[in-house]
Structures are given as structure tokens and as C-alpha cells.
Antibody
């Protein structure tokens, strides 16, 4: 059963770079979309971005200028870097697997995408 | 971006009750709508994808319906472990967006 284990610095000062890594264990790395999601304290979920099986990235426009998502397939890992953090970046950060699932429903083809495996989350606090 | 709006934001219910949570998209997402459950201190868990397909291992008391812009999540008979926060999410386009959440309380 695939598991995601994530790690990285939990306390940052303003203007520093947030850096997190997520390792994929017990399952295949290839063929999936590897994603990052965050949750500010007491708030809802915000999609950060993802990297696809070809290594292409899609980012939330609100974070795009500061964001880099990369992968290391040889080590079954993917990473998040967010530059120039502020207090507004304080959140629990989750890595997750987005799966592409093909279905034929009444003769129509659908490619469903959903986040079916999640890491436990890393709390990142930005404070001077 | 596609905005997702859930209602209600919070809901009080009792064990055994049937509850319905709604999710509305700012534009059509056809059936590209997922539902997640998040218990306190835990990562979200996928319940339903494609608006109505139950994820493997999820109890059948959960069901989803809808298409276009309006969707519902139903829980037919609440169990104690169902008291959590529920999120809808569209996977029609990027950025992926979530509803603000519905907190289901005892």
C-alpha cells in the first residue's frame, strides 16, 4: 500500500525559502501526478500545484512567481520550494498523489482526477 | 479560477441522522467533482470522485450526485466517526479549487 512521507523545515523567518520533500513508498512513482496542498490554521484547503508524469508543472497562479515543484524519480521523491515566505504562508502543507482514472460511462469517455493518497502533513510556521 | 461554494458551513446532527451537504461551482465542471472528509488533525480522505463514484473502502452510507454546477453529498445514517469536515473539489481545470468546507458537528 503506497504511503507518502514528507519532511522539511517547520520554522522559517520572513523572506526565507520553504523547502519540503515527499517520498513515495510501497508503490509506483511513475504514471501519477504529484501534488502539494496547504491548509492555514483553522482554514480550508488550498491547492498549491502539481507535477505530471512527464515532469510538467502546473501552479496556482497566486503562488506561481515564488513556487517550484520538482521531482526525483530515481529516489521516488518530489519537492516543493516556496521563496520569500511571509506569515501568510504559515500552514500545514500536504503532499498528495493525484490519480488519473479512465471511465466509460454510457458510451462517454471520462478521465477523472482525484487525490487518493495523502501525506500526514508538515506544519510550517513563518515568524520573525 | 473556478470558485466552489459549500453550504452549509456548519451543520449539527445526531448519530443516525441523514444529512446533505451541497456544493456549487461558479461554472460547469460537468462531473469532475470530488468529495473529501477531514477529521481533526488528520489529512483529508477521498470519499467520492466523478461526482458519484464511491472510493474503494468508503462505506455505502456515503453517496454523491449532481452534474454541471450543483452537487450534493449525502450521508444516509450518521456514525460517530462521520463527525468531521467535508470538502468538495473540482478537477475540471487548474488551479484545482476546494470549497470552504462544511463542519459536521454532533
Amino acid at each position: 500500500q503506497v504511503q507518502l512521507q514528507q519532511w522539511g523545515a517547520g520554522l522559517l523567518k520572513p523572506s526565507e525559502t520553504l523547502s519540503l520533500t515527499c517520498g513515495v513508498y510501497g508503490g509506483s512513482f511513475s504514471g501519477y501526478y504529484w501534488s502539494w496542498i496547504r491548509q492555514p490554521p483553522g482554514k480550508g484547503l488550498e491547492w498549491i500545484g502539481k507535477i505530471d508524469p512527464s515532469g510538467n508543472t502546473r501552479y496556482n497562479p497566486s503562488l506561481k512567481s515564488r513556487l517550484t515543484i520538482s521531482e526525483d524519480p530515481s529516489n521516488n521523491q518530489f519537492s516543493l520550494k516556496l521563496n520569500s515566505v511571509t506569515a501568510a504562508d504559515t500552514a500545514v502543507y500536504y503532499c498528495a498523489r493525484e490519480r488519473e482514472h479512465y471511465s466509460d460511462i454510457s458510451g462517454y469517455s471520462y478521465y477523472f482526477y482525484y487525490l487518493d493518497v495523502w501525506g500526514k502533513g508538515t506544519t510550517v510556521t513563518v515568524s520573525s | 479560477d473556478i470558485q466552489m461554494t459549500q453550504s452549509p458551513s456548519s451543520l449539527s446532527a445526531s448519530v443516525g441522522d441523514r444529512v446533505t451537504i451541497t456544493c456549487r461551482a461558479s461554472q460547469s465542471v460537468t462531473v469532475y467533482l470530488n468529495w473529501y472528509q477531514q477529521s481533526p488533525g488528520q489529512a483529508p480522505k477521498l470519499l467520492i470522485y466523478g461526482a458519484s463514484t464511491l472510493q474503494s473502502g468508503v462505506p455505502p452510507r456515503f453517496s454523491g450526485s449532481g452534474s454541471g454546477t450543483d452537487f450534493t453529498l449525502n450521508i444516509s445514517s450518521l456514525h460517530p466517526e462521520d463527525f468531521a469536515t467535508y470538502y468538495c473539489q473540482q478537477s475540471y481545470g487548474t488551479p484545482r479549487t476546494f470549497g470552504q468546507g462544511t463542519k459536521l458537528e454532533i
